[in-house]
Structure formats: C-alpha cells, structure tokens
C-alpha cells in the first residue's frame, strides 16, 4: 500500500516550494498584493482561481518556485487533490491566503494513492506536503491509510480476493492491532448455525465463510460493524446479464468499506467493544446451486423462499445481523453493495441510508456534511412490508415488480435487527464510475469518512 506517511511531513524549515491556496472571490485582492511580473502571468494564463486549477509561478528569488491552486471558498477535503497531481515532484509549503486556515489534506494524499499491485512501470516522484498541524496530520494519514486499504481490496479480481483471500486480509489488520480473529468455514456454516451463509456460497470452489474480528475491553459499550463479503457475483442460476457482471469482484465492498471503518476504530484507540463481522461467500453457479424456488432456514429461524438467487446479499447479512444482534451492541452500521434499486435512485456517488432510529439519522446527516461524504435517507416504508409476503414461507428474499427494489431489500434485513437496537444500513455503490480529483475511477469506501465521523463523535472519551 502507498506510503503515506512520506507523503505528508512535519514542516522542518528546509527550502520548499510555496503553494498558495487561492478561492476566486480573493483573487483580485490577491493581484493587488502581488509582483507586476506576477499579475502579468496571472493574466497572461487566464488564471480564475477556480477550484481544481494550478498555475505555477516564477518566485522572487532566484531558484524559486512557486504556485497557485484554486479553491473552493468553503474547501472540501480533496480541495489539493488536483495540485498533487499537477506541481512538479518535490516539497511544498502550502498556506491558505489570506488567513492562515488549515490545509486539507486528505485530497494531497489519496491523489497519489497507486493501486500497484499488477503494474510494472515504476511510479512517479512523489509530491511531499510540509505541514505544522500535528494532529490534523495524524487524522489525515489514518483515514487516507483507511481509504486505501479499502480500495485496493474492491479493486483487486476476484481470482485473487476469493473468501479466503479476505479472511487473510482481516486477518492482517487483526494481526496490525492485536484484535482476535475467528472464522467458520464450509459445512461448519451449517453445524454452527448460519445455513443462508453456507447455501449462497456452496457452489463456488472457494468455500464460504463467517468472518468474526473482536477488539476492545469487554465492559465497553458494543460497537458491531457488519459487510457484505460476496467476493463475486455471477447472479446464481438467475444469471446475471454480461454487462452487469463485469464489476461483480467489487461486491464485497460492503466488507471492504467496514474493514476500513474497523481499522480507524482500533487506530484510535477508541474505548468501545469492536466488533467487525463479514460473511465472505462468492454467489456461482453449479449442480449444488441454490435454486428459484428452494426455502432455506435462516439463522434466526425464519424460513425464506428464493424468488431471485440475484438477491444473494440480503441473505447473507441476515444470518450476520442476527449474530451481531445476539450481543445486543449499542450499535451495528452494515454497509453492502446491495441494490441497483438504490443507484437509480440516488446514483453512484450517493449511499442510501436505512434507519428507523430518527436520533441516529440525524447524527448521520450531520457526520455526512461535517466530512463531505454524502449519502442520503431512504424510508423503510412499511407498506411495502407485504411485497415480501411468501406463500409457502416467511418471507420471499425478493418482491416482484420494479418497484422500490432497495427499500424492500432493506425491509428484509430490518427483519433480521429486533426493535430497540440502534441500526444504520448503507446502500452502497461501493465504485467510481468517473474519475475525480483524488478519487481514480474503481473502488471506493464512501460513506466512511461520515461513518466514521458518528463514531467517533459517539464513543468520544
């Protein structure tokens, strides 16, 4: 993974490059103040300040260099993103103009984020950043490291981030933070209780599994972090169109994105009992697959009739979200990539968030502005409750009809968390499907940063 930390490094004084971070609505100000020669440039490059721009700039001395990078008057994190990838390799000393506000820095970092695992050609210099805010460095560089992590498992192929391979990769952060690690692997599914688990991932040649990653002291308050771990998705014997399968390795994104949570939540030390659990199964296709039409039992006993083995995620969360909720945690946050419902709905770039808890919804808005990381409220409507109606079983795992697809998907897993439990579910896309300062087109942990902002602010002290 990118070094960050060599990125982004305690100003110590030495001759570095001076970016002045510049919005629009102070540019004139900023001419009036500059040299003749610098206003001539300036002009001469039609440089408006807007966001995202770059121009460099002679210095006064000789040797010197020095550059000017457009802003938003309110910068958002990733405000830097552009000038990372823009200035000439080297140090720089940024400084907002004209008050000496802080730097983000987040966007400087993730801009040079290289996901290398298959590349040959050697990366470029780096752009290192000075900086003297401390703490805001420490922040920047977690959930930079947290990000990264992130994307780099959703982007890795499914040949290679099989379900073991993302046992190994909890494991690793287990490993990083001393946390305990437990997996339940193949028929044991079935003998220890997790049938819908074991049913969605029997036909891959990778056995599924229940990952269960625990940190923390056990007389803190009960944190449970649940992912979607479907390493890929063929759609099952409701197979999946050509088109539609092509991004299928970053379905587990939903895991990927709560593992990321989970390790900003050990890094900091935060005094809450962790709990981070991921069914990891890949949904294929063979003689032993689950069919339209089959009942399984689930975990908490209710028994679902399989109208759609494309609707593979909301089973394996439920036998997940019924073992977080046998600890009766003070809270559980899932995130899965579960619904195209939900992208038509509110697009790639926007999760859907699920509650029935009105005081954790608002705290997730809040979070969600605070960071920058947008997502946006969806009702569990109620009244679609019976679309889920089955004739023969509890429930069907999927409603006929084009309608409301991500809210009866989420109605499903609400099934699955006993009233009283505080529960957030996150509709993720869990992908870049256009590239943006910072944030390359293909996998991505969004809501993190809001995600992790309400945990934090709640487990505080």
């Keep these: 993974m990118t ?10 004084g ?19 103040q500059a040299s003749e020669r610098s206003r001539a440039l300036v002009a001469a490059q039609g440089f408006k300040a807007a966001a995202d721009s770059v121009l460099l700039l002679p210095g006064e001395a000789p040797g010197e260099i020095m550059a000017l990078a457009g802003i938003d008057a309110a910068p958002g994190p990733f405000a830097l993103a552009e000038a990372a990838t823009r200035l000439p390799p080297g140090r720089w000393r940024a400084t907002r103009w004209p008050e000496a506000e802080p730097v983000p820095m987040l966007g400087w970092l993730l801009a040079q984020h290289r996901f290398d ?31 990264a992590l992130a994307r780099d498992l959703i982007d890795t192929p499914a040949a290679d981030m099989g379900p073991a391979d993302l046992a190994a990769a909890v494991a690793a952060q287990g490993r990083e933070f001393s946390a305990s ?17 074991h049913a969605v991932g029997r036909a891959a040649a990778q056995a599924p599994r229940l990952i269960d990653l625990g940190w923390g ?13 479907i390493t890929f998705d063929t759609g099952g014997l409701n197979i999946k169109p050509g088109s539609a399968m092509a991004l299928m390795k970053k379905d587990m994104g939903g895991a990927a994105t709560a593992l990321a949570l989970a390790r900003l939540v050990m890094q900091a030390g935060l005094r809450v009992r962790l709990r981070l659990l991921i069914p990891a199964a890949e949904n294929s296709i063979a003689g032993n697959a689950v069919r339209p039409g089959d009942v399984l039992r689930s975990r908490a006993g209710k028994t679902i009739e399989i109208t759609n083995t494309d609707a593979e995620g909301r089973l394996v969360l439920a036998d997940a979200l019924t073992l977080a909720a046998e600890d009766k945690p003070d809270l559980i946050i899932d995130f899965a990539t579960l619904t195209g419902a939900a992208r038509v709905a509110l697009g ?23 960071t920058a990381d947008p997502l ?70 969004l809501a993190l940063r809001a995600a992790w902002a309400l945990i934090r602010r709640r487990y505080a002290g």
């Design 3 to 12: 070094d960050f930390s060599g990125l982004l490094i305690a100003d110590d």
């Design 14 to 32: 030495a001759p570095a490059g001076t970016l002045t971070l510049l919005s629009a609505d102070r540019l004139d100000e900023w001419l009036r």
């Design 117 to 147: 695992r298959y590349r040959t050609a050697p990366a470029k210099p780096p752009r290192i950043l000075l900086t003297r805010a401390i703490a805001a460095r420490g922040e920047a560089l977690a959930l930079a490291e947290a990000t």
């Design 181 to 197: 690690v437990g997996t339940i692997v193949g028929e044991a599914l079935v003998d220890q209780g997790f049938p819908m688990i």
């Design 217 to 229: 002291a056990a007389d803190a308050p009960k944190l449970t972090i649940v992912g979607k771990g």
């Design 348 to 370: 790639p770039e926007l999760p859907a968030l699920f509650t029935p808890d009105e005081a954790l919804a608002a705290a997730f808005a809040e979070a969600a502005t605070e």
């Design 376 to 445: 946006w409220r969806l009702p569990l409507w109620a009244g679609y409750g019976d679309q889920l109606k089955s004739p023969i079983a509890d429930m069907v795992n999927s409603a006929e009809g084009p309608f409301a697809g991500a809210i009866t998907a989420a109605l499903f897993l609400q099934a699955f968390v006993p009233a009283g439990i505080a529960w957030a579910h996150l509709d993720s896309f869990a992908w870049n499907n256009r590239a943006r300062p910072g944030r390359p087109k293909g996998g991505e942990a």
